[in-house]
């Protein structure tokens, strides 16, 4: 790894600040906070900072619907704080990555307001407004258009009606985006993560799209998803934001429906448009036909062979990353693992399975620890506006409430967003916290963990150490062994006369799975014998 891309043996650690520390007891996650926690991620040994959004916002998607770029919301600080809080990541020797969230703004961004306040205003083209709506339908249900009163059209938003999207057809868009980018460089961020990023280029006819049985709508997803400019887009914003800097940047774009082959584009160096993508395929396996809120089992067989894929995809040209959840997603755990019995252990499994594949890790605050997902107890305890907006379609085209619970309990939002779980009565905040803590904070907890051997968090930090010190872990090729075997997760890596090989059942009956060389790591203490539930084994030859 040449110096200019160190982002390919970092580990970035996702801070999601309402609900990481609070400082001032309002319930609320806060700069100050995170700031006061730098002590515990470095003794984790993550490299990198990724900031969920803390711009101005109305919040009405926790910060994804910022009304202004260059301002901390109130909530979460001020750019003093902010400065002090980059200051002191850097004098650490980590970097930080902020949230680029340009599809769309808020609704109160000037921009918009501008923009709705005459069909003559210069930003009336800065948004996507039409006379009539095509049949598309929004990521947060609904219809992705909002009509608007006073102006008499309708504008697109893909998320809520709060974040209208921006028209990046409209070059004084993108270079006022290109600006701002800029403007977070000079004040010494490390790089991007970009929101949506794949869905900037619409298809300029808005064509509806084929209709969703069931429902009023219409699937704009491949009129939207992989726009004919999106391409264009990125080069001409990586040229413009980061050309001529000495600095290197670590940038990822989040990017639903991704396929392995536009991956490759995307990520390939020299095309010049991003490091690596987040892709969607492994946490939409047990989505069923109609999407999230359908469950569906997941199958470790097509887990493995769609891991396998992208290692394989992105092994010659691109680069990948490595993710189990984020704020959106459910926990790893409760998800891929077993959160009761073998909770421990199956969370060091699974931190293991992603950690030694080839390509950068993200771990998700709280991850580190095994925490789990959270039962609401009723819709009154959702907060989350993607579950709420669910609950009232559902609801509306007759599911039961019963029935709308359970999938928000399965796969909603807030199951990722309760706070971190610092201590035994909790230890984020003095006041009463924006949503209430996973009662499990009395055993599943950092103060229980750090420092304590056989850990998830030990583990998770021996992880990281690992591919800090073994060139393989971080350049080696990837071949999956025994891919149609139900238990078993096992693979090998290569590189320059090394061979790791990564073997875990996902399970919990015993399961022989001999492997040569020196052990390496595990989560049991002697590796003997077959593999005992969620036991995850590492070995080495040289
Ligand atoms: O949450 C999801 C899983 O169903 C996705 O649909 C998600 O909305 C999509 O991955 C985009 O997510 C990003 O943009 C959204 C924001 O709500 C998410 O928090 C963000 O990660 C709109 O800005």
Redesign the pocket.
């Given at each position: 790894t040449s110096n200019a891309e160190w982002w390919r043996s970092a580990v970035v650690y996702q801070v999601y600040p309402r609900s990481f520390a609070d400082s001032d007891g309002d319930g609320i996650g806060d700069l100050l906070g995170i700031r006061s926690r730098l002590d515990y991620l470095q003794n984790l040994d993550v490299d990198v900072i990724w900031l969920s959004p803390i711009y101005c916002s109305p919040q009405d998607?926790n910060g994804?619907d910022i009304s202004d770029y260059e301002a901390i919301d109130p909530v979460f600080g001020t750019l003093d704080d902010f400065d002090n809080l980059l200051a002191d990541v850097h004098s650490r020797g980590m970097k930080l990555v902020m949230d680029l969230?340009v599809n769309?703004t808020s609704d109160e961004h000037p921009w918009f307001v501008e923009s709705a306040s005459s069909r003559e205003n210069p930003k009336r083209d800065w948004y996507v407004w039409r006379d009539q709506p095509n049949n598309w339908e929004s990521?947060f249900s609904g219809s992705a258009w909002q009509w608007h009163d006073e102006t008499e059209q309708h504008f697109l938003h893909l998320?809520s009606r709060k974040?209208p999207d921006l028209n990046w057809e409209n070059g004084d868009v993108r270079q006022s985006i290109y600006a701002m980018m800029r403007w977070w460089l000079d004040r010494g961020v490390d790089g991007f993560r970009m929101?949506?990023i794949n869905l900037i280029s619409k298809d300029p006819g808005l064509p509806n799209g084929k209709p969703i049985a069931g429902t009023p709508f219409g699937d704009g997803f491949p009129h939207f998803s992989y726009g004919p400019r999106v391409h264009e887009y990125l080069q001409e914003m990586n040229e413009s934001v980061f050309g001529g800097r000495s600095g290197t940047y670590l940038t990822v774009g989040?990017m639903?429906g991704v396929t392995v082959e536009q991956a490759q584009r995307f990520t390939d160096p020299a095309r010049g448009e991003v490091n690596m993508v987040f892709q969607f395929e492994h946490v939409g396996l047990d989505h069923g036909p109609s999407g999230?809120w359908e469950a569906r089992t997941l199958d470790l067989v097509e887990l493995k062979e769609s891991m396998a894929k992208w290692q394989q995809g992105l092994g010659d040209v691109g680069w990948n990353s490595l993710y189990w959840n984020n704020?959106?997603q459910p926990r790893a755990v409760s998800r891929f693992g077993d959160d009761g019995e073998h909770r421990e252990k199956s969370a060091q499994a699974l931190g293991a399975i992603l950690h030694l594949q080839r390509g950068t890790p993200f771990v998700y605050q709280g991850e580190e620890l095994g925490m789990t997902n959270v039962h609401a107890l009723s819709i009154d305890h959702v907060s989350d506006i993607?579950s709420l907006n669910f609950y009232q379609s559902a609801l509306a085209a007759g599911t039961s409430q019963e029935s709308a619970m359970a999938s928000i309990q399965r796969i909603g939002?807030d199951n990722a967003r309760t706070p971190m779980q610092w201590g035994p009565t909790g230890g984020f905040s003095d006041g009463e916290p924006w949503i209430a803590l996973n009662p499990n904070t009395t055993v599943v907890n950092a103060a229980a963990q750090v420092g304590v051997e056989g850990s998830v968090f030990e583990f998770y930090r021996t992880l990281i150490a690992l591919r800090h010190e073994v060139p393989a872990v971080v350049h080696g090729d990837f071949r999956l062994v025994e891919p149609l075997h139900p238990t078993l997760f096992a693979f090998e890596r290569r590189f320059s006369g090394t061979l790791l090989t990564v073997a875990a059942n996902f399970g919990t009956a015993p399961l022989s799975y001999p492997i040569a060389g020196e052990w390496l790591l595990g989560n049991y203490e002697q590796a003997e014998g077959p593999l005992r539930p969620w036991e995850v084994r590492i070995y080495r030859q040289d």
């Open positions: 998607d994804y969230v769309h990521f998320f974040q929101d949506v989040e639903p999230k704020h959106d993607e939002r």
